[in-house]
């Protein structure tokens, strides 16, 4: 038995190059688990849907985000109060890349609020408009200080004329918009001090600073195209504007009558202008209404609203798409307390044929669902509008923040195919969300809600692009180009167009997309790196079959220098075809016969220039997995189950058995 003991284990020893493997894991098992789960990880994120083209483009994006992370990690930029960090957010090369990214459309945007008023500013100074230019600057305004207004014929004493006098356009700036107030107030208001914050712009009023300007005919449409110029200069084609009733827009007469003119006239002014703006800009898509009232309205004020916007919208249905109600949540009526006319409006919207829906704002909010309510006559939370917008069956939620707390919705919103307009530097600056990297968005991205990005109030807040919202979400949440892609698409089929404008509207967003992945290939593809070098971290797994071919993951830096470049992966003197992963990242596959390989050196082959790992590969003979194939792939709810199994190891394991037994 001694004998036959003795010449088993020679024989394990002389005809078996294996190494005794750990069971039920080892760092071949290891690998294969790992990757089984980022590739399930990645078809979530929806990267194995990218073309070659965006593949690179993604690459790039990431060494944008790379260089922003390495810039700013000790002063990150999405964690700081907006009005803070706006200015130097501008200057990075990922926000220029991001603003000539097509975005599809701008959905949660109130139309006055939009426009940076340093270009409305500029507009009108440089316009006969500037002649009749008035601030209120004196402490006895009966409008909010700061406020403009035109006159032609002199105002009373509290009014001050703009032109000829010390005010600049930097000084009004710095009184009336949000970022500009909270940078020069005395005492800062806390960065989650959301009631603090919204106290403040409205005693500043800083909803209301356009106000009468907006309304004036003449500067109406100038308003109009430059914040049309404006979109279609950050790439964005389709605006649905959130806005009040029609029907204070106004001429002004010489002695300074105000003629108001009616919403069928205005409506049939601005259809007019929307087709002239479009054939001289056929890239835009449209641009469509959404009507709200104020949540603070009296019951019968409400009605009344939408006995109005209900008539309007039998006028102009492919103008007028829906309606929402606007204001603090915290502070105003909830969706419960005017439920009555809203019943009576829900039944005019299911025979609207998808015409007319409701777009609530809900969820705006931090408090629990048992916060006292703070109206007196109004008896629920404002946690609780969530629930009144699906009975109502929104067909796409505002901010929707407090959603975070129920996730056992998600799976009905989810199956309702119900978006959620998410508004990060809002959010931010009105002290909802203080740090980004915390805001609940990307979980409802990566739990398959739909989530389109959108600006709110973006030109009250003191800056004018949607591409501020994009550099926040793409750095706190580290998305990737599928995700941007994946927020444009969302943001044209969850919009209020009628189907068929849908089906147009992405052809031409598809359009501009094409071409902004081909220019942004070109860019990827021509930069050089003089002072980069590959460096090599670790391979895993360091060891495999000979038998097969897998995938061996080469983890390191400096590989943005293989962007768009042939990369070859050297098993000793085998050749095979690398993958960039992402920047720290290269996927080498092992050559299919390796019967003649034993250990090998692994080196990475860059236009010519080889980079050696400093790491050693051993190719086993008869080494082989045993998945279980009973759990579907895939599924990250369960464990993957790998058993390592080594066939000569088992056959030697057998004679020892027999040995015994003999």
Same mark, same amino acid.
């Given at each position: 038995?001694?004998?036959?003991?003795?010449?088993?284990?020679?024989?394990?020893?002389?005809?078996?190059?294996?190494?005794?493997?750990?069971?039920?894991?080892?760092?071949?098992?290891?690998?294969?688990?790992?990757?089984?789960?980022?590739?399930?990880?990645?078809?979530?994120?929806?990267?194995?849907?990218?073309?070659?083209?965006?593949?690179?483009?993604?690459?790039?994006?990431?060494?944008?985000?790379?260089?922003?992370?390495?810039?700013?990690?000790?002063?990150?930029?999405?964690?700081? !109060? @907006?009005?803070?960090?706006?200015?130097?957010?501008?200057? %990075?090369?990922?926000?220029?890349?991001?603003? %000539?990214?097509?975005? $599809?459309?701008?959905?949660?945007?109130?139309?006055?609020?939009?426009?940076?008023?340093?270009?409305?500013?500029?507009? @009108?100074?440089?316009?006969?408009?500037?002649?009749?230019?008035?601030?209120?600057?004196?402490?006895?305004?009966?409008?909010?200080?700061?406020?403009?207004?035109?006159?032609?014929?002199?105002?009373?004493?509290?009014?001050?004329?703009?032109?000829?006098?010390? +005010?600049?356009?930097?000084?009004?700036?710095?009184?009336?918009?949000?970022?500009?107030?909270?940078?020069?107030?005395?005492?800062?208001?806390?960065?989650?001090?959301?009631?603090?914050?919204?106290?403040?712009? /409205?005693?500043?009023?800083?909803?209301?600073?356009?106000?009468?300007?907006?309304?004036?005919?003449?500067?109406?449409?100038?308003?109009?195209?430059?914040?049309?110029?404006?979109?279609?200069?950050?790439?964005?084609?389709?605006?649905?504007?959130?806005?009040?009733?029609?029907?204070?827009?106004?001429?002004?007469?010489?002695?300074?009558?105000?003629?108001?003119?009616?919403?069928?006239?205005?409506?049939?002014?601005?259809?007019?202008?929307?087709?002239?703006?479009?054939?001289?800009?056929?890239?835009?898509?449209?641009?469509?209404?959404?009507?709200? %009232?104020?949540?603070?309205?009296?019951?019968?004020?409400? *009605?009344?609203?939408?006995?109005?916007?209900?008539?309007?919208?039998?006028?102009?249905?492919?103008?007028?798409?829906?309606?929402?109600?606007?204001?603090?949540?915290?502070? $105003?009526?909830?969706?419960?307390?005017?439920?009555?006319?809203?019943?009576?409006?829900?039944?005019?919207?299911?025979?609207?044929?998808?015409?007319?829906?409701?777009?609530?704002?809900?969820?705006?909010?931090? +408090? !629990?669902?048992?916060?006292?309510?703070?109206?007196?006559?109004?008896?629920?939370?404002?946690?609780?509008?969530?629930?009144?917008?699906?009975?109502?069956?929104?067909?796409?939620?505002?901010?929707?923040?407090?959603?975070?707390?129920?996730?056992?919705?998600?799976?009905?919103?989810?199956?309702?195919?119900?978006?959620?307009?998410?508004?990060?530097?809002?959010?931010?600056?009105?002290?909802?969300?203080?740090?980004?990297?915390?805001?609940?968005? @990307?979980?409802?991205?990566?739990?398959?809600?739909?989530?389109?990005?959108?600006?709110?109030?973006?030109?009250?807040?003191?800056?004018?692009?949607?591409?501020?919202?994009?550099?926040?979400? &793409?750095? /706190? +949440?580290?998305?990737?180009? /599928?995700?941007? *892609?994946?927020?444009?698409?969302?943001?044209?089929?969850?919009?209020?167009?009628?189907?068929?404008?849908?089906?147009? $509207?992405?052809? *031409? +967003?598809?359009?501009?997309?094409?071409?902004?992945?081909?220019?942004?290939?070109?860019?990827?593809?021509?930069? &050089?790196?003089?002072?980069?070098?590959?460096?090599?971290?670790?391979?895993? !797994?360091?060891?495999?079959?000979?038998?097969?071919?897998?995938?061996?993951?080469?983890?390191?830096?400096?590989?943005?220098?293989?962007?768009?470049?042939?990369?070859?992966? *050297?098993?000793?003197?085998?050749?095979?075809?690398? &993958?960039?992963?992402?920047?720290?990242? @290269?996927?080498?596959?092992?050559?299919?016969?390796?019967?003649?390989?034993?250990?090998?050196?692994?080196?990475?082959?860059?236009?010519?220039?080889?980079?050696?790992?400093?790491?050693?590969?051993?190719?086993?003979?008869?080494?082989?997995?045993?998945?279980?194939?009973?759990?579907?792939?895939?599924?990250?709810?369960?464990?993957?189950?790998?058993?390592?199994?080594?066939?000569?190891?088992?056959?030697?394991?057998?004679?020892?058995?027999? &040995?015994?037994?003999?």
């Amino acid at each position: 038995m001694n004998l036959l003991f003795i010449i088993s284990i020679l024989f394990f020893l002389l005809f078996s190059n294996i190494i005794l493997l750990p069971l039920p894991l080892n760092q071949y098992a290891y690998m294969l688990a790992r990757e089984r789960i980022k590739q399930y990880d990645r078809g979530v994120q929806a990267q194995n849907n990218l073309t070659s083209k965006e593949k690179v483009v993604n690459l790039y994006l990431e060494l944008l985000q790379a260089n922003d992370y390495m810039n700013t990690k000790n002063y990150f930029y999405p964690s700081r !109060p @907006i009005e803070k960090v706006f200015e130097n957010i501008t200057k %990075s090369s990922l926000y220029q890349f991001l603003i %000539s990214l097509p975005k $599809g459309g701008n959905l949660h945007i109130h139309e006055s609020q939009v426009l940076d008023r340093k270009l409305l500013l500029e507009h @009108i100074m440089n316009s006969s408009e500037y002649d009749f230019l008035y601030i209120c600057d004196q402490d006895n305004c009966t409008t909010n200080k700061y406020y403009l207004n035109y006159f032609k014929s002199n105002p009373s004493s509290e009014w001050t004329k703009v032109k000829g006098s010390n +005010w600049t356009i930097p000084e009004i700036l710095k009184r009336t918009t949000l970022t500009g107030i909270l940078n020069n107030l005395e005492t800062p208001i806390y960065a989650t001090d959301t009631e603090g914050r919204w106290h403040t712009a /409205a005693e500043y009023g800083v909803f209301d600073f356009y106000g009468d300007l907006v309304k004036y005919n003449v500067t109406r449409f100038n308003y109009m195209k430059l914040v049309l110029d404006q979109a279609l200069e950050e790439n964005i084609q389709l605006l649905e504007f959130r806005r009040g009733l029609f029907g204070s827009l106004y001429y002004l007469t010489e002695n300074n009558t105000k003629i108001l003119i009616n919403p069928t006239e205005e409506l049939d002014l601005l259809l007019k202008f929307k087709k002239e703006y479009i054939s001289k800009n056929p890239k835009l898509i449209d641009f469509i209404f959404v009507i709200y %009232s104020s949540r603070n309205l009296l019951k019968e004020q409400i *009605k009344t609203h939408l006995n109005n916007i209900i008539n309007l919208h039998r006028l102009y249905p492919d103008f007028i798409r829906g309606y929402d109600m606007v204001g603090e949540e915290d502070q $105003g009526h909830t969706l419960l307390f005017h439920s009555d006319t809203l019943i009576n409006a829900f039944n005019y919207t299911s025979t609207s044929n998808g015409s007319f829906n409701f777009l609530f704002h809900s969820g705006e909010t931090n +408090w !629990p669902e048992n916060h006292i309510p703070s109206v007196p006559d109004d008896s629920v939370s404002a946690f609780e509008n969530i629930y009144d917008a699906l009975v109502f069956r929104t067909h796409r939620i505002g901010h929707g923040l407090s959603l975070t707390k129920r996730p056992d919705l998600y799976q009905y919103i989810r199956q309702r195919q119900i978006a959620i307009e998410i508004c990060p530097a809002s959010n931010q600056i009105l002290g909802y969300v203080a740090d980004l990297r915390n805001h609940p968005g @990307i979980v409802y991205h990566r739990s398959g809600i739909p989530i389109v990005l959108s600006g709110d109030d973006p030109g009250s807040f003191g800056y004018n692009t949607l591409t501020v919202d994009f550099y926040l979400a &793409t750095m /706190a +949440w580290g998305l990737n180009l /599928a995700d941007l *892609k994946q927020f444009a698409w969302n943001s044209i089929q969850y919009s209020s167009l009628p189907n068929n404008r849908k089906i147009e $509207g992405l052809q *031409k +967003w598809q359009n501009e997309w094409n071409l902004f992945i081909d220019n942004s290939y070109n860019i990827a593809c021509n930069q &050089t790196y003089p002072n980069l070098t590959m460096n090599i971290s670790q391979i895993l !797994p360091a060891y495999g079959p000979t038998n097969r071919s897998i995938n061996v993951t080469v983890f390191g830096f400096g590989f943005e220098i293989a962007i768009c470049k042939k990369i070859i992966c *050297k098993f000793g003197e085998k050749e095979t075809n690398g &993958t960039f992963i992402d920047l720290n990242e @290269i996927v080498c596959p092992t050559p299919l016969n390796n019967s003649d390989l034993s250990t090998v050196s692994i080196s990475i082959v860059i236009d010519n220039k080889i980079f050696p790992a400093g790491y050693d590969y051993k190719f086993i003979s008869s080494l082989s997995v045993i998945d279980d194939e009973s759990l579907p792939p895939l599924i990250p709810s369960k464990s993957d189950k790998f058993v390592i199994v080594n066939q000569k190891l088992i056959i030697t394991l057998l004679i020892l058995l027999f &040995t015994f037994i003999i």
